[in-house]
Nanobody, 115 residues
Framework: QVQLVESGGGLVQPGGSLRLSCAAS????????MGWYRQAPGKQRELVAG???????EYRDSVQGRFTISRDTAKNTVYLQMNSLKPEDTAVYYC?????????WGQGTQVTVSS
């Protein structure tokens, strides 16, 4: 069993920045693809950014150029740097680890973008 613990959420003004962290309880990055998802009230959970075990990254169109996913293998931690935040980025952000049919989720961290 792998535990994922997110941190770094909060309230930020439009145009501001936040960095989310996801600490894994084991060294899994060599095998697991990692992703950040978000879910806004009344909406489905959606993939925001992902990084494969090989280090390839992907982003949803609406965050391309504003968000950056990265990982620190020594710290078993994945990050999501979020810049130029918009009110529509407001959601609960979840960390995800996936390998074949095995998936783990973190508990989520709230991000609110508001003036």
């Amino acid at each position: 069993q792998v535990q994922l613990v997110e941190s770094g959420g909060g309230l930020v003004q439009p145009g501001g920045s936040l960095r989310l962290s996801c600490a894994a309880s084991a060294s899994i990055f060599s095998w697991y693809a990692m992703g950040w998802y978000r879910q806004a009230p009344g909406k489905q959970r959606e993939l925001v950014a992902g990084i494969t075990s090989g280090g390839s990254t992907e982003y949803r169109d609406s965050v391309q150029g504003r968000f950056t996913i990265s990982r620190d293998t020594a710290k078993n931690t994945v990050y999501l740097q979020m810049n130029s935040l918009k009110p529509e980025d407001t959601a609960v952000y979840y960390c995800n680890a996936r390998y074949l049919s095995v998936t783990y989720w973190g508990q989520g961290t709230q991000v609110t973008v508001s003036s």
